[in-house]
């Protein structure tokens, strides 16, 4: 039986072997307690038999006026838990939180332009590739910037691809 819960401080000394994927990025500590001190109902857990960590997602809200959205920083499920609908369930969260709590226009998120098991599955979740962001990920690889609108944004402008390719320094951070 899976759990979901609030990520807790003590979960971090214990879902180190959920970052040992090469396509999940790592962050310090101090990073990780910034996410659950100013956003903690935006980070979750997932839990299997015996307290395993099994995965977790980490969001924010960010933005102002129609770019006020939720964003997935990060989501990952240790690869002995993948293909069980875990990482739609914790995506899901995170958007309902994003929609109900927050009532933001959309959610978004950075994925590695080669990490197409990733791409699939946030399109098989509704979203689109909004735009592509060059030399993203430590200035080599390119990331897609890809986003789903929530309720609120009813004409669905968040989600209207842009024509171009951006730089990181073009990129909006609040």
Known sequence: ????????????????????????????????????????????????????????IMGKVEGQGESWHGHVTAVTVAPQYRRQQLAKKLMNLLEEISDKTYNTFFVDLFVRASNAPAINMYEKLGYVIYRRVLKYYSGEEDGLDMRKALP????????IPMKRAVTPEELEYD
């Open 1 to 56: 039986m899976t759990t979901i819960r609030r990520f807790c401080c003590a979960d971090l000394l214990r879902f180190s072997s959920v970052n040992l994927d090469h396509l999940t990025e790592t962050f310090n500590m101090s990073f990780y307690l910034t996410y659950l001190a100013r956003w903690p109902d935006c980070f979750h857990v997932a839990e299997g038999p015996g307290n395993r960590v099994m995965g977790y």
């Open 152 to 159: 609120r944004d009813v004409e669905k402008k968040s989600i």
